[in-house]
């Protein structure tokens, strides 16, 4: 079995965050989706994008740790 958490943890620890905006109009129409979501982008130029399931059939939200943002909503700007 694949060890999903010890994959990721690899494929970001130590990464710095560049910035974090919503999806395009242009990138909803090619993942054919309804509601823009966050993405997280990685100065590396890797990023982190949330879907509501592993087939990406529409996009998630980010729950924080933060007080001040508990929630990075889908469909926002």
Known sequence: MRDWSGDATKAFEGKVVKNIRYTTEGELGELGWDFRTPIVFFTDGSYLMPSADDEGNS???FFTSDDSI???PRGGK
């Open 59 to 61: 996009g998630g939200v």
């Open 70 to 72: 508990d929630t990075i």
